[in-house]
């Protein structure tokens, strides 16, 4: 979708890489989105969760219609809506921060509530980098804590 989007204004690359530095991911360079207007960095930004949202329309389709009786089908589907809600969640690097950061035109807001942060300085940037670490945290010791009671 990123893909797709960004090519009438800019020739994209994709890469396979870490989100977070954790979580492997298909990610899709858009950095020349900045030079466009806010709109346009929108639309690119919020293209991979329409083309995961209608990839998974489809695969639900076919589960329910071809599978109805398939329980792995069915928590395929189950797990691509997580998927799509997790990508958009503003608390990780991914598209749901990227939204954040256009909606509201800010530019590398990590950068800047780590500097704020640094500084001692009481601001939404900073208040959001505390936000986030901690839930790249929580998230770290909640998949140490389930593997952990599976393999157990």
Same mark, same amino acid.
């Given at each position: ?8 204004? @800019? ?33 690119? #930004? ?20 071809? @599978? ?6 069915? #928590? @395929? ?8 809600? @997790? ?61 952990? #009671?599976?393999?157990?």
């Amino acid at each position: 979708g990123h893909y797709l989007a960004s090519k009438p204004y @800019f020739d994209p690359s994709i890469r396979v890489g870490l989100v977070n530095a954790v979580i492997p991911s298909v990610i899709t360079e858009t950095t020349e989105a900045w030079i466009l207007p806010r709109a346009h960095r929108l639309w690119i #930004t919020l293209a991979g969760p329409f083309a995961q949202i209608l990839w998974t329309l489809v695969v639900a389709a076919v589960a329910r219609l071809a @599978f109805p009786e398939s329980a792995l089908l069915s #928590t @395929f589907v189950v797990t691509m809506v997580a998927g799509t809600v @997790f990508v958009l969640n503003p608390l990780i690097h991914g598209d749901g921060y990227l939204l954040l950061v256009d909606a509201f035109d800010v530019v590398d807001l990590r950068t800047t509530g780590l500097d704020h942060l640094r500084e001692r300085t009481l601001s939404l940037p900073a208040v959001y980098v505390v936000l986030s670490y901690g839930f790249g945290i929580g998230m770290a010791v909640l998949m140490v804590a389930s593997t952990a #009671t599976f393999l157990l």
